[in-house]
């Protein structure tokens, strides 16, 4: 076998994190349109375009008409979608990729340093300087084991002893939590 081939084995699991409650928004912030196109599906897209090097794409929290991991403890925050999808692929994926719903302006071109610079260094964790979201995991027991014991992202990958690349321009990493915050990107994107 080639180590082209060995390489390829690593199997990578992309999670979306959309079991929010949304409540800042007043409504599913994974359902907003941008243009014209529900954040879920733009993000499925998103990571769509990272094949073959991700080999499967979830969804993490309930959406209606979607086939999603379900959090055992609603609307706990990221870190219960994380766990459960951990759980869900432990054993079936070596690493595991987790975005949130609410980062309209992502991109796979942004994510492939995250990507290479993991596959590369082999971190328990990576994700980008001044930002949590989106990370990359080792999925392995102790990512579950930690998962049960923290309940923020930050926490998770402080204890993980996460890496953290920097990037120059962040606007791909631009939150939307409020109507304000929406309001000021569809107005950056017309």
């Not at 990221?78 to 869900?88: D, L, N, Q, T, Y």
């Not at 991109?107 to 990359?136: G, V, Y």
């Not at 996460?162 to 939307?176: G, M, Q």
Request: glycine share 6%; charged share 25%; net charge positive.
């Amino acid at each position: 076998m080639s180590s082209a081939s060995i390489e390829r084995m690593m199997k990578i699991i992309a999670a979306i994190l959309a079991g929010g409650r949304s409540s800042r928004m007043g409504k599913s912030k994974a359902l907003l349109e941008f243009d014209g196109v529900p954040l879920v599906d733009r993000m499925f897209k998103t990571l769509s375009e990272l094949k073959p090097q991700i080999d499967e794409i979830v969804i993490s929290g309930s959406l209606p008409k979607r086939i999603t991991i379900e959090d055992e403890k609603p609307f706990s925050g990221p870190v219960e979608g994380i766990r459960m999808v951990a759980k869900s692929y432990l054993g079936k994926a070596e690493t595991l990729l987790v975005v949130p719903v609410d980062l309209p302006l992502l991109d796979a071109n942004s994510l492939r340093p995250l990507m290479s610079t993991f596959e590369k260094e082999k971190p328990s964790a990576l994700s980008f300087l001044q930002n949590p979201l989106p990370a990359i995991f080792r999925l392995d027991k102790e990512l579950i084991r930690l998962c049960e014991k923290h309940t923020s992202v930050h926490g998770l990958l402080e204890r993980l002893k996460a890496s953290c690349l920097a990037v120059s321009n962040t606007a791909f990493l631009t939150n939307t939590n409020t109507p304000q915050e929406w309001a000021k990107i569809i107005g950056a994107n017309l």
